[in-house]
């Protein structure tokens, strides 16, 4: 499969391939090895993808008007609502919740642009931790690496994997401390979060109505700014390259690289030298405030609380059917009072105002993605272990998410090497720049 998707949309328009024939192929990727038995996607829809394909496909060759994107396939995450579909969010404990009675507004913006939807992602329960882990139906491995079992971040895992195995050309998933990223640099794809309310959330199940933002994962820069554009309610555009000279970047150092893996600071470093050589101007940046993140969080922050708001019912009524390791985290959320919401708030304020005065000298902030590389699904078993672990994937993310800043992860690894992303982070409503000055950047990032 092709799996740009303005190359795809450019050959279905010139009818040098048929919708039909793109989703059959990807329907029996989905149910193939790759599919990993369930694991990358929890359900699929074969008769209405392949419905939709051919009617897109007669439409085609009469010469209808067809939305730019028309009979492109792509997948969700398992936390949007389509009509008709209980929305499981990747657990147990919604089964017995009745269908929805529509699709979330994304869903609705993605059939408009004549995207086909073919099935949802596998993904953490409840998108609470940026591991990638389900206790309920199997973590997917994460294809980059067939000699072990490694994670495949989270929390939209089945998304970093699908489009890293080919199953895909894009994937939407949710990103509240890095769940669109952390899967993308895990899996060596491009993952993108915007501004939290560039996208409509509607018929989404939520985690933390402060920070979630709904975003692409996809094989590059410019799938991922078509996607962007059609979730913010635009028609499926492409951002111009920004130039390279000349470019000001502040190099984010201190908190974000503190326990860096060797590996990621060697392709970190790697990475810088080559856009040095073309003419972008580093500047290393140390935002000291940055350290007092964990201190400001420490009962849990805004997901802690609000996501122990929205799941208090059911933790009474259907605790049991929780993965106790994800209970166990909504539950901190209960010891939090409103004096210590309020403090997290007004932090949360204040942070944000320094950060975007030493945010004015740059075009973008960058920094690792992820601290480490995919750590193997063994060497988490034990939950002293995994808590630690998942706290140390989210730290350079999260960032981003308490900031309300829209960031980009693009891998930066050398070939044969474990994926590392190197993350971009622009100004708060200011994502279609970040994006233009990411597609810019991509070849020399990558080592193009």
């Known amino acids: 499969m092709i799996q740009n998707i303005t190359d795809l949309s450019r050959k279905l328009e010139k009818g040098a391939v048929r919708s039909a024939d793109l989703v059959a192929e990807t329907l029996e990727r989905i149910a193939g090895p790759d599919g990993q038995d369930g694991r990358v996607f929890l359900s699929t829809w074969p008769e209405a993808a392949l419905a939709e394909a051919e009617w897109i496909d007669a439409g085609r060759v009469k010469g209808l008007a067809l939305p730019r994107h028309a009979g492109v396939p792509i997948a969700i995450k398992d936390l949007f609502d389509v009509k008709g579909e209980v929305t499981r969010a990747g657990s147990r404990v919604l089964d017995t919740q009745a269908p929805a009675e529509a699709d979330a507004e994304i869903v609705r913006r993605l059939r408009r642009a004549g995207f086909v939807l073919v099935g949802k992602n596998n993904m953490t329960e409840f998108a609470y931790s940026g591991l990638g882990m389900n206790a309920h139906f199997g ?41 669109c990223r952390i899967p993308a640099a895990f899996c060596g ?45 635009g028609g499926g555009e492409d951002v111009p390259s920004f130039p390279e000279g000349g470019l000001r970047l502040g190099v984010l150092e201190g908190y974000v690289t503190e326990h860096l893996d060797s590996g990621v600071g060697a392709a970190f ?129 999260a960032v981003g998410n308490f900031l309300d800043l829209p960031a980009i992860s693009i891998p930066c690894h050398e070939g044969g090497a474990l994926p590392v992303g190197a993350m971009l982070m622009g100004r708060t409503g200011e994502d279609r720049r970040l994006l233009s000055i990411a597609r810019g950047l991509e070849g020399a990032i990558r080592g193009h």
């Open 139 to 179: 973590t997917p491995r994460n294809p980059r690496d067939t000699s072990a079992d490694r994670i495949p971040g989270g929390s939209s895992s089945g998304a970093g994997v699908a489009v890293a195995a080919g199953l895909v050309p894009a994937a939407i998933g949710t990103d509240t401390g890095g769940s």
């Open 189 to 233: 794809v491009v993952g993108f979060k915007p501004t939290s309310a560039r996208v409509p959330k509607d018929g989404t199940v939520p985690l933390s109505r402060s920070l979630d933002c709904i975003g692409p994962l996809a094989t590059s820069v410019s799938c991922c700014a078509v996607l962007d554009s059609v979730l913010a309610g």
């Open 269 to 397: 470093q790697a990475m810088l030298t080559r856009l040095s050589r073309r003419g972008v101007r580093l500047t290393p940046l140390t935002i000291a405030e940055l350290a007092d993140l964990p201190k400001i969080n420490a009962k849990g922050g805004l997901v802690g609380a609000e996501a122990h708001a929205w799941h208090a019912p059911l933790l009474e009524t259907r605790g049991e059917f929780y993965d106790p390791w994800v209970r166990e985290r909504f539950s901190a959320g209960r010891s939090q009072t409103a004096e210590d919401y309020i403090r997290v708030v007004e932090a949360r304020a204040r942070m944000r105002a320094l950060v975007e005065t030493r945010q004015m000298p740059f075009d973008a902030l960058i920094l690792p993605t992820v601290q480490i590389v995919a750590p193997t699904i063994e060497s988490l078993a034990d939950s002293a272990v995994s808590g630690p672990v998942n706290l140390l994937c989210l730290r350079n993310t």
